[in-house]
Every structure is written in C-alpha cells, then in structure tokens.
C-alpha cells in the first residue's frame, strides 16, 4: 500500500494563481482531512470530509475548496493564493470515529511570493 | 472550545535517560480521544500512541508511554530509553465524539537528545 500520497512536495506561486493539492489514499478510509503547519502554531484543520460527497469547514477554511468526489481522493484547491497561505500542507486519511488514528500524507511545502 | 497546550517548546534529554513531555487539554465532553505524533526533521507525521478518555489503564508502546491524569486535564508522554532517533518534534492532540475524528493540536514540543 502507498498509504496517503501528496502531489507536488514543493509548489511555489504568485499571489492570485490558483492551482490545486493532490492527495489520494490507498486504504479504503472513509475520512480525509487537509491540514496546514505554520511555524509555532501545530497543525490546524482546513476541510475534511466524512466520505465521497461529504466535505466540511475546519477551523482555517477560509481561501481554500475541496470537493470529494470518490473515497480515495481529496483535492484542495486554492482559488487566489495569497502570501498568508504560505505554509506545509497536510492530507490525512482514518477509517473515522475519536478514536482511530490519522495516516498522514508526507506533506505539500507552498511558497506564494 | 477545545484545547490543547503543550508549555514546553524545547526539551533536552541525556541518551538513555526518560523525558516527560507535558499536554494537558481543556475540554467540557466526556468522551474524546488523545493522541502523540512525531515530527522528525524530514517532516513527516508519525502516529506514536492513543488514549481514551474512559480507558481505565494508561497507554503503552513499546519506549512510549501516555501518563494520563484525567482530573488533572492532563496526557504527558514518557518516552523511556531516549535514544539519538528520538530527537524531534512531538506534537499532542486530540478528537471529540461526533467531531469526525477532526484532530485539535498542541504547538508542539521540540526534544534534542544529547549524548
């Protein structure tokens, strides 16, 4: 098994391209998240979704869409980059519930200048 | 709100001796779930252990331990036997029931270990 898988590992941008995060996972796990890491601040949630058509906001959603169209891919599509937005990005997958893991992807370095 | 809070930035620790890294969560739900990750230099997240909140027993994995005082708000890890590999950042966190397994993260705590 690949586990969770994120394309591109470095991307930089200029402000206002658009471009979109790939992640797929390989597990069968019904739910995925996106994350992002900013330097002092841990990990924080951007969107997740329960399962194929489900999505929903995290605590940082604002700039970004996803949309989940089949249980192994979870695009995180951003619409016009901004310098805020520069950060290490997350896709994580587990098979749901408070007390199941999260498989993490090997993240996503974004730069926008 | 939930939240979690990890008062230790950076840490050091003698090779082979025990460290304690500090977490303690505030949270008004009964049931919900605690979790350590491992974030070496190369970046990745690795799961180390899970608690629940009605586990009656404390968490072990091999080198790593959860110390979770439940009164007390808090879930430190102990890692025993800190070994070179150890050095990293170590990140606690935290799920809720009916919150879709959505994680909540500490700032992390950075541990070197030294020869």
């Known amino acids: 098994n690949a586990g969770v898988t994120q394309t591109p590992k470095f991307q930089v941008l200029k402000t206002g391209q658009s471009m979109t995060l790939q992640c797929a996972q390989d597990?069968?796990?019904?739910?995925m998240s996106w994350y992002r890491q900013d330097p002092g601040m841990g990990l924080r949630l951007i969107h997740y979704s329960v399962g194929a058509g489900i999505t929903d906001q995290g605590e940082v959603p604002n700039g970004y869409n996803v949309s989940r169209s089949t249980t192994e891919d979870f695009p995180l599509r951003l619409l016009s980059a901004a310098p805020s937005q520069t950060s290490v990005y997350f896709c994580?997958?587990?098979?749901?519930?408070?007390?199941?893991?999260?498989?993490f992807g090997p993240g996503t370095r974004l730069t926008v200048t | 709100a939930q939240k979690i809070t990890q008062t230790q930035p950076g840490m050091f620790v003698q090779e082979k001796e025990a460290v304690t890294l500090d977490c303690t969560y505030d949270?008004?739900?009964?049931?919900?779930?605690l979790f350590w990750y491992k974030q070496p230099s190369s970046g990745e997240m690795i799961f180390l252990i899970y608690q629940g909140s009605y586990d009656q027993q404390n968490a072990t994995e091999g080198r790593y331990s959860l110390n979770f005082q439940k009164a007390r708000k808090s879930a430190n890890l102990v890692i025993s036997a800190s070994q070179l590999g150890d050095s990293a950042m170590y990140f606690c966190a935290m799920t809720f029931t009916g919150t879709a397994s959505k994680l909540t993260f500490g700032t992390g705590t950075r541990l070197q270990v030294t020869l």
């Open positions: 597990m069968n796990h019904e739910y």
């Open positions: 994580a997958s587990s098979y749901g519930g408070p007390s199941y893991e999260q498989y």
């Open positions: 949270t008004s739900d009964p049931s919900y779930g």
